[in-house]
């Protein structure tokens, strides 16, 4: 399992950059078909806000919400955590 980790803004509490998302895009279906022999799902995360906030660290939660979602989807496996910015 492969979750995508786009890249943000140090502070800021607008909607996350649908840009930000769509460039991790041609990356994921490149993972997903190297490795659907394998099985590998990949996904890339949309966060709630675009900024890591200081001390609220929105980002670092969404992903640890993820790797969650990932265990409760496809259960105990492998998860490469995978930041771009």
Do not use: K
Request: hydrophobic share 40%.
């Amino acid at each position: 399992m492969v979750l995508l980790l786009p890249d943000g803004e140090a502070d800021s509490r607008r909607r996350p950059s649908t840009l930000s998302y769509a460039i991790q895009l041609p990356f994921a279906r490149a993972l997903a078909r190297a490795g659907e022999g394998d099985g590998l799902a990949v996904h890339v995360l949309r966060y709630r806000c675009r900024g890591w906030n200081a001390d609220d660290a929105h980002p670092a939660e969404d992903a640890a919400w993820a790797a969650d979602e990932v265990q409760r989807l496809y259960g105990d496996v492998p998860v490469c955590l995978v930041g771009h910015g």
